[in-house]
């Protein structure tokens, strides 16, 4: 009887162990379960963040890119209308000294002008 007893005792000892053990394994399958999820929604919400993040970073770098053609834009007008208007002024400058020059240059040429016909004396 006593042996009877003992693997009465036995038994029932085992078999406690194994539902107290079924029981650790559910609670730690949750455990992993509820890790997982938060995990899992951790992630997706990195993702979120970044995929906005990308879209503001594009939407800056076109605005800045926009804003930089513009600029670029219009000081190459500005410095295109510069360049007209010295050009205009350097050939107008230079139109009026061509102008002087030459009226400089008839009038030399009228006053030291010496005739065509040779002189008695250079024979």
């Known amino acids: 009887m006593k042996i009877m007893s003992l693997i009465i005792t036995l038994v029932a000892t085992t078999a406690l162990i194994a539902l107290g053990q079924e029981g650790t394994v559910e609670e730690v399958k949750h455990g992993a379960k509820k890790t997982g999820e938060t995990v899992k929604n951790g992630l997706e919400t990195a993702g979120k963040k970044t995929k906005e993040a990308a879209e503001t970073v594009g939407e800056k ?63």
């Not at 770098?61 to 670029?72: F, H, I």
């Not at 190459?76 to 400058?93: D, L, M």
């Open 61 to 123: 770098t076109k605005e800045t890119a926009q804003t930089v053609g513009r600029k670029t834009k219009e000081t190459a007008q500005t410095i295109g209308g510069k360049t007209r208007e010295n050009t205009s002024s350097t050939h107008r400058k230079s139109k009026k000294t061509s102008r002087k020059t030459k009226a400089e240059t008839s009038e030399q040429q009228s006053t030291n002008q010496t005739p065509n016909t040779p002189s008695p004396t250079d024979r």
